[in-house]
């Protein structure tokens, strides 16, 4: 009876139900005051993932609070729908005493928990929960080409916890390739040296596919990155780059830096698994610790 089942048309239906719901993605950008966060913003939107869509369908949002501000941009491509917000903190760590400035981040992400868990806890609730809770947070580290501060350190411990965190080399351009491979080398041990978990998380991998392409992906984080958002003309190509006296530092290149790889990482390859972690496991851990909060 059940030779064949058919699981093409199961395909089918899943697709046509994403199509119809779309999906929502959310990132946040986190770090020191002058590290290229908002730039990022701005090149992960202008970048090729958003390039296409302008006209109907693009659509964006009003900053929400003076603190915080999320940019939401409505990308349609072969049909489906993809909201993506991308959330921009004021720098923090710029105070002599900076003793707790990690408390709006962690403030805001938990808020995005709660949020979800009060609607999944109702007796008529939403056939489709809005999700704003934050599937991944890039954690920007200063292009020192020492160690991790102390500061970088607590903060990624802190966040690691409770969401995904992918760290990046900030602002590369001004390290040579010599000092990003050592100072990227000098993260990892310092990470490891610490027991913070940054995503993709060694212990989360479901299988040897995992285990190997993850792998991959741990030896080259933290990611050297660049960030532009303004386009110029390279051999009748417009690119975004970054100009300097001695030519254009191309942010999409691969030769040139390691946004494609942040990129690709975001929005492509691990998208739909950064919403399961989040789901899974971030959100997860929030729910029963708060059930059982509530139920003392
Ligand atoms: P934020 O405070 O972290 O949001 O940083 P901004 O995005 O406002 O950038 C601060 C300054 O650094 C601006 O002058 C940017 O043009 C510059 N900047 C941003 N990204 C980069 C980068 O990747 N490399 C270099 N060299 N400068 C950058
Ligand atoms: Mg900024």
């Not at 030779?3 to 395909?11: F, K, N, R, T």
């Not at 704003?132 to 990624?156: K, N």
């Amino acid at each position: 009876l059940f030779g064949y089942v058919g699981i093409e048309a199961v395909l089918d239906q899943m697709r046509i139900k994403t199509m119809k719901t779309g999906f929502e993605f959310n990132i946040m950008v986190v770090g020191q005051s002058g590290l290229g966060k908002s730039t990022m913003v701005n090149t992960l939107f202008k970048s090729k993932v958003s390039r296409k869509p302008t006209g109907p369908g693009y659509e964006e949002r009003i900053p929400q609070t003076m603190q915080l501000q999320s940019v939401t941009h409505v990308i349609v491509e072969k049909g489906v729908k993809m909201k993506l917000t991308v959330t921009d903190t004021p720098g923090f760590g710029d105070q002599i005493n900076n003793e707790n400035c990690w408390d709006p981040i962690v403030k805001y992400i938990k808020e995005q928990y709660e949020k979800y868990l009060r609607e999944e806890i109702l007796i008529s609730r939403k056939r489709k929960i809005p999700d704003t809770r934050v599937h991944s947070c890039v954690y920007f580290v200063p292009p020192t080409g020492h160690w991790l501060r102390p500061l970088d350190l607590e903060f990624m411990r802190r966040l690691s916890k409770i969401v995904n965190v992918v760290p990046v080399i900030a602002k590369a351009d001004t390290l040579t390739l010599e000092e990003r491979a050592e100072f990227k080398q000098r993260i990892q041990e310092d990470l490891k040296a610490h027991g913070i978990n940054v995503y993709p998380q060694e212990d989360l991998d479901d299988d040897s596919d995992d285990r190997l392409l993850n792998k991959k992906i741990r030896d080259k984080i933290p990611f050297a990155v660049v960030g532009a958002d303004t386009e110029h003309q390279v051999n009748g190509k417009r690119v975004l780059g970054r100009r300097t006296k001695w030519g254009i530092i191309e942010v999409e290149n691969p030769a040139h830096c390691e946004f494609p790889l942040l990129r690709d990482l975001l929005i492509r390859s691990h998208l739909q698994d950064l919403k399961d972690v989040t789901h899974n496991v971030h959100y997860e851990s929030y729910r029963v610790q708060r059930l059982n909060e509530s139920n003392q």
